[in-house]
């Protein structure tokens, strides 16, 4: 079936420094990705999201690569802040947003 | 605006026991969700409801029922509860429920049952 797949569970970065969470996926006709930050007791919050159409897309801080030919993709956080430190989920949107698939997160933490 | 609230924010239930999650948006949406977060996981939809009047199984719905009550109130009944349905409880919505609309997220209900 479907899957979608971060690398690491646990990420470490020193504060400053630029973070890198990846992501696996399966379906190849997959063509709609999202990341979210989820913060600790609080719901899910949208980061950025990345179309197959495109090779990257960069927001405030964040940049998403995506690489279809090996199913990959990943968030990087330039310059990682203290409040960044939450739980990222990528997740493929193929379908519709009733049809997301979740990954199991990877939990970022800053050292100061 | 309070975006997408839920209430309880924690519940204890015995094995057996019924409750209903309630949640509410106040930003005009048409599409709404339930999901559920077990520890280490990501989210599984339970149902959703594209619409006012319309609701849908996800990939988890064993065990629960929903209500589309207006198109602000979508509700989450646990008719016996078990203890596999321990977990976060999340609802969301979105504009549309087209691929690539935004989904706004709930602060979450947290269920244990004994």
């Known amino acids: 079936g479907e899957s979608v797949g971060l690398h690491l569970p646990t990420l470490s970065v020193q504060e400053g420094d630029n973070s890198i969470i990846n992501c696996a996926y399966s379906n190849s006709a997959s063509d709609y990705f999202i990341w979210y930050k989820q913060e600790s007791g609080k719901g899910p919050q949208f980061i950025i999201d990345i179309r197959s159409n495109m090779d990257k897309r960069q927001g405030q801080r964040v940049t998403v690569l995506l690489n279809k030919t090996v199913k990959h993709l990943s968030l990087q956080i330039a310059a990682t802040q203290p409040g960044d430190s939450a739980v990222y989920f990528c997740a493929d949107g193929y379908s519709s947003a009733s049809k997301i698939i979740f990954g199991s997160g990877t939990r970022l933490s800053i050292r100061p | 605006n309070a975006g997408v609230t839920q209430t309880p924010k924690f519940q204890v239930l015995k094995t057996g026991q019924s409750m209903t999650l309630q949640c509410a948006q106040d930003?005009?949406?048409?599409?709404m969700y339930w999901y559920r977060q077990d520890p280490g996981m990501g989210l599984r939809l339970i149902y959703y409801s594209a619409s006012e009047g319309t609701t849908d199984k996800g990939e988890v719905p064993n065990g629960y029922n929903v209500s589309r009550l207006n198109k602000r109130e979508f509700s989450l009944r646990l008719e016996s509860a078990a203890p596999s349905q321990t977990s976060v409880y999340f609802c969301?919505?979105?504009?549309?429920?087209?691929?690539?609309?935004?989904?706004?997220f709930g602060p979450g209900t947290r269920l244990t049952v004994t």
């Open positions: 930003m005009n949406h048409n599409s």
């Open positions: 969301a919505s979105s504009e549309t429920g087209v691929q690539g609309d935004e989904q706004y």
